[in-house]
Structures are given as structure tokens and as C-alpha cells.
């Protein structure tokens, strides 16, 4: 009678589990590592001593309360553009609706700061930087080192700056900054070093990484959520909505509009004139100089950039934001989510848990990242340093060790849950063959590398 008891209190457990929603259950949480970032003009690492992605994850009937202090686990910085800010600990509390709905009444438009929360405790904002044209003064305004906006930084412009082309130059290598120390990404949190084509060469001066890398041959992971309550996925998925046909690019439904002139908006609005468009204020350097267009295609996103589709988190099928980029993996607007929400929009940061909750204890994730990701260790031969990326989203921690080819361990090193890449020094190493052996807790690979100099 005991031995069937404990059989069917674990099958009770495990089935609360499997169906415990993902709001619940993807975040990366973290109560021993600490963080790094690259001081502008060190290109040492700085220990910053606060602790990386969530640090406790609780749940009521309606909600998902997710404590983080904003720093990821991949190192930040430097900010090239002047930007006087490191990422510093945000102490936050973000409740998430674990039932989010459709707002089908008055659309609520993306705002500046916090508008969703990646599965690491970063914040993401929207395209705009608090920057826009002041057609009293034909000058910008907001915004550091700007005259302030008529009506200040909530007031309604006609031409507001997209901050992923405008502040290219003060973002990391991992597409990310600070606002007075809120570390935040605007867009995909991959790095620029990884794209098709690299538009940044800040990963060459300072090596840094992002959240996940790429994989063009599987679905996205979950990264996010949006403060209405819905998931963001990253730039990859089922190409129709029902799970089948393959996976693909998912793609933007807004294009670059056909203009000279900053007159109208996209839908025909007489608005106050724009600059001209020149080499300063080029095409895209504005939010309204994109317009939507739909698409009968299942694999271009709505004017929220989601879409309603199965998801290998969501097999019923859920409404999701996907973080959308080009051809050449360069982010794509509205990058993430907006400009306006397709749920139900609240500010989501709160001073403290106001409900019964049950704190969510995370099990070793059963889904290796040995498995099925692309692993790449560069270069190879190699002479003093040796790179090893992984591919997609590592939720665990993977241990990697050093040995000859007789087993003998030489070093060892990690990659924690929210990076995907680590570095061996290896100039005290002899010339000759080594194995590399890799340790998820779920699986084990070994790869060979060849010293040569």
C-alpha cells in the first residue's frame, strides 16, 4: 500500500507539472552567479556582484510573480556612445496575467520603458528611444543632450526616432543597453557577431553573446513575455499556423514606405512635416516611416507582430509576439512587440506580492541542449584561444572539460542557463589532439580539437 501511495503522489506531482502554464516555467532562474560587464575602454570582464536572470518565481490562480534584478548572464557593455550608465540591479517584481485576453475595445499603444519581460528578468522596451521631431523648432527633441518635447516626454509627436538604427553605436554585443541603469534590449537579444550579416563591430572589440543564438532549422524558443500577458518567441517558427509546413522566418508585416517627404502618415493623416529625408534622417529613422500592409500569409505577423498559431510550448495554440528580423538576421521593425498590444496593457512592475501564491521550484530541464542544437567551437585547429558557441537556448548549465585523448582532465569550464558561449585558454596547452566533453545533467557529447602553433 506505502510503495503504491509514494507511485501515485509522484504521477500526481508530475502531471501538475506538465500542466503548469509556461508563464510559470520558462524562466531562467538563478540564486548563486553574479554578473559581468565590460567597463567602456577595458576589455576586461568586471565582476558586478549582482545576481543573474530571476531569483524566485511564484504563482496565484491569475498570476505569475516573477522577482529578477534585470541582469542577464551574459556579460553587458561597454556602451560606446557616451551613455554614462552600466546595468545595475533593478530589484524587481513583475506580475505577469496567466490568462491573458484580446483587448477588442480601444487599442493600448507600446510606451516608453518596461513594456515585457524576457525569460532571463531583462526588460524590453519598444522602437523608441523618447527621441522626436519638434516641427516648432525643426529640430529634435527628448532624449539626452535635446531640448525637451512641447508637451514633455508623454506627449504625442508626429515623428518619433526608432532607437535601433539611431543608437546602433551604444548597444552591446548583445543588442542591449541601459536607461539609467534598467539594462534593456529594443530587439531580438542575439548577438550581432551571429548574424548573417554583422552591421556592429563592437563583438570584436569586446566579445559578449546574448540570450540565444539563432537556428534557422528550428522553432524559436520562448524568450519573453509582453506585459499584456503573451508569449515572444524568437525569429524562427512553424510557417502556418496550425504547426505545419516547416519552419521558416517569421516576418514583419511592416515595410518602408515609398517617400521623399515627412507630410503624411502611412494611413494618410496630414501630420506636422518631418525632416526631409537625407543621409541624417534617412528612411527608417523615424517609427512612422514604416507602414503595415497585410498579408495573406501565415508566416507575416499582424500590426501587433504576432500572431495566433501552435507553438511547441502551446499545442492548443496561443496568440504570440515573435521577435522578428531580416534576411540577414538584422532586427527587423517592430522588433519585438507593438506598436500597439494585442492584449490587455498594464504597467507590470509591483512593490510587492498582494496574493496567495505557490513558489514554482524548477527541476532540471528534461530537454537537452546537446540534443539538438548546433554546437561550433572555433577555431579549430587553434593556437591560443578556442571559442565554443552554442546554438539556440540553453536552459541548464553545461559543463565542459578539457582532456587528452588518454581521458586526462586539463581544465574545465561552464556555460549557465541564458548564455550560449564560453572561451578556453589554451596557450599553456601542448600541440596535439584534445577532447572536449560536454555535461548537461541530461546528456554528454565529446568533440576532438587539434592545438597547433
Same mark, same amino acid.
Given at each position: 500500500?506505502?510503495?503504491?501511495?509514494?507511485?501515485?503522489?509522484?504521477?500526481?506531482?508530475?502531471?501538475?507539472?506538465?500542466?503548469?502554464?509556461?508563464?510559470?516555467?520558462?524562466?531562467?532562474?538563478?540564486?548563486?552567479?553574479?554578473?559581468?560587464?565590460? *567597463?567602456?575602454?577595458?576589455?576586461?570582464?568586471?565582476?558586478?556582484? @549582482?545576481?543573474?536572470?530571476?531569483?524566485?518565481?511564484?504563482?496565484?490562480?491569475d498570476f505569475v510573480y516573477v522577482t529578477a534584478t534585470g541582469i542577464p548572464s551574459y556579460p553587458t557593455g561597454p556602451f560606446n556612445d557616451g551613455n554614462p550608465s552600466n546595468a545595475e540591479n533593478q530589484n524587481g517584481i513583475y506580475k505577469i496575467?496567466?490568462?491573458?485576453?484580446?483587448?477588442?475595445?480601444?487599442?493600448?499603444?507600446?510606451?516608453?520603458?518596461?513594456?515585457?519581460?524576457?525569460?532571463?528578468?531583462?526588460?524590453?522596451?519598444?522602437?523608441?528611444?523618447?527621441?522626436?521631431?519638434?516641427?516648432?523648432?525643426?529640430?529634435?527633441?527628448?532624449?539626452?543632450?535635446? *531640448?525637451?518635447?512641447?508637451?514633455? *516626454?508623454?506627449?504625442?509627436?508626429?515623428?518619433?526616432?526608432?532607437?535601433?538604427?539611431?543608437?546602433?553605436?551604444?548597444f552591446d554585443c548583445a543588442k542591449g543597453h541601459p536607461a539609467m541603469g534598467n539594462y534593456h534590449h529594443h530587439q531580438n537579444p542575439s548577438a550581432f557577431k551571429l548574424d548573417l550579416e554583422v552591421i556592429s563591430d563592437i563583438c570584436n572589440i569586446?566579445?559578449?553573446?546574448?540570450?540565444?543564438?539563432?537556428?534557422?532549422?528550428?522553432?524559436?524558443?520562448?524568450?519573453?513575455?509582453?506585459?499584456?500577458?503573451?508569449?515572444?518567441?524568437?525569429?524562427?517558427?512553424?510557417?502556418?499556423?496550425?504547426?505545419?509546413?516547416?519552419?521558416?522566418?517569421?516576418?514583419?508585416?511592416?515595410?518602408?514606405?515609398? @517617400?521623399?517627404?515627412?507630410?503624411?502618415?502611412?494611413?494618410?493623416?496630414?501630420?506636422?512635416?518631418?525632416?526631409?529625408?537625407?543621409?541624417?534622417?534617412?528612411?527608417?529613422?523615424?517609427?512612422?516611416?514604416?507602414?503595415?500592409?497585410?498579408?495573406?500569409?501565415?508566416?507575416?505577423?499582424?500590426?501587433?507582430?504576432?500572431?495566433?498559431? @501552435?507553438?511547441?510550448?502551446?499545442?492548443?495554440?496561443?496568440?504570440?509576439?515573435?521577435?522578428?528580423?531580416?534576411?540577414?538576421?538584422?532586427?527587423?521593425?517592430?522588433?519585438?512587440?507593438?506598436?500597439?498590444?494585442?492584449?490587455?496593457?498594464?504597467?507590470?512592475?509591483?512593490?510587492?506580492?498582494?496574493?496567495?501564491?505557490?513558489?514554482?521550484?524548477?527541476?532540471?530541464?528534461?530537454?537537452?541542449?546537446?540534443?539538438?542544437?548546433?554546437?561550433?567551437?572555433?577555431?579549430?585547429?587553434?593556437?591560443?584561444?578556442?571559442?565554443?558557441?552554442?546554438?539556440?537556448?540553453?536552459?541548464?548549465?553545461?559543463?565542459?572539460?578539457?582532456?587528452?585523448?588518454?581521458?586526462?582532465?586539463?581544465?574545465?569550464?561552464?556555460?549557465?542557463?541564458?548564455?550560449?558561449?564560453?572561451?578556453?585558454?589554451?596557450?599553456?596547452?601542448?600541440?596535439?589532439?584534445?577532447?572536449?566533453?560536454?555535461?548537461?545533467?541530461?546528456?554528454?557529447?565529446?568533440?576532438?580539437?587539434?592545438i597547433q602553433r
Amino acid at each position: 500500500m506505502r510503495n503504491t501511495t509514494i507511485i501515485l503522489c509522484v504521477l500526481i506531482s508530475t502531471i501538475v507539472k506538465a500542466q503548469l502554464n509556461p508563464a510559470i516555467t520558462s524562466w531562467l532562474q538563478n540564486t548563486t552567479k553574479t554578473g559581468t560587464y565590460y *567597463p567602456k575602454g577595458n576589455p576586461s570582464l568586471t565582476e558586478n556582484n @549582482i545576481l543573474v536572470n530571476c531569483q524566485k518565481v511564484e504563482y496565484s490562480d491569475d498570476f505569475v510573480y516573477v522577482t529578477a534584478t534585470g541582469i542577464p548572464s551574459y556579460p553587458t557593455g561597454p556602451f560606446n556612445d557616451g551613455n554614462p550608465s552600466n546595468a545595475e540591479n533593478q530589484n524587481g517584481i513583475y506580475k505577469i496575467p496567466l490568462n491573458p485576453s484580446q483587448n477588442t475595445s480601444e487599442l493600448d499603444a507600446t510606451v516608453g520603458g518596461n513594456i515585457g519581460l524576457f525569460i532571463n528578468g531583462v526588460a524590453l522596451f519598444d522602437y523608441r528611444d523618447g527621441v522626436a521631431w519638434n516641427p516648432q523648432t525643426n529640430a529634435l527633441c527628448g532624449g539626452p543632450g535635446n *531640448p525637451r518635447c512641447p508637451g514633455g *516626454p508623454n506627449a504625442s509627436m508626429a515623428w518619433n526616432r526608432d532607437a535601433i538604427p539611431a543608437e546602433k553605436e551604444g548597444f552591446d554585443c548583445a543588442k542591449g543597453h541601459p536607461a539609467m541603469g534598467n539594462y534593456h534590449h529594443h530587439q531580438n537579444p542575439s548577438a550581432f557577431k551571429l548574424d548573417l550579416e554583422v552591421i556592429s563591430d563592437i563583438c570584436n572589440i569586446y566579445d559578449a553573446e546574448g540570450l540565444y543564438a539563432i537556428d534557422s532549422t528550428k522553432h524559436s524558443p520562448l524568450i519573453g513575455f509582453a506585459y499584456d500577458g503573451y508569449p515572444i518567441y524568437g525569429a524562427y517558427g512553424y510557417a502556418n499556423n496550425d504547426g505545419t509546413g516547416g519552419i521558416t522566418r517569421i516576418k514583419s508585416g511592416y515595410q518602408l514606405r515609398n @517617400i521623399t517627404e515627412r507630410t503624411h502618415h502611412h494611413d494618410g493623416t496630414d501630420v506636422d512635416d518631418g525632416p526631409s529625408i537625407d543621409a541624417t534622417y534617412f528612411l527608417g529613422y523615424f517609427r512612422e516611416d514604416y507602414g503595415f500592409n497585410a498579408s495573406p500569409q501565415e508566416d507575416v505577423l499582424d500590426e501587433h507582430n504576432g500572431r495566433f498559431c @501552435i507553438t511547441p510550448e502551446y499545442p492548443e495554440g496561443t496568440y504570440a509576439y515573435f521577435c522578428t528580423v531580416d534576411g540577414d538576421w538584422n532586427s527587423a521593425y517592430p522588433y519585438a512587440v507593438g506598436p500597439y498590444f494585442y492584449g490587455n496593457f498594464e504597467r507590470r512592475n509591483v512593490s510587492s506580492v498582494d496574493a496567495e501564491t505557490t513558489v514554482y521550484i524548477p527541476t532540471t530541464n528534461n530537454i537537452s541542449i546537446l540534443n539538438h542544437t548546433k554546437i561550433t567551437v572555433f577555431p579549430n585547429p587553434a593556437s591560443d584561444l578556442i571559442a565554443i558557441q552554442l546554438g539556440g537556448l540553453n536552459r541548464n548549465n553545461v559543463q565542459i572539460t578539457l582532456s587528452d585523448m588518454n581521458g586526462k582532465k586539463i581544465s574545465s569550464t561552464s556555460i549557465p542557463p541564458g548564455s550560449t558561449i564560453t572561451y578556453y585558454d589554451v596557450q599553456t596547452v601542448y600541440e596535439g589532439n584534445y577532447l572536449l566533453h560536454f555535461d548537461d545533467g541530461i546528456n554528454q557529447l565529446t568533440r576532438k580539437i587539434n592545438i597547433q602553433r
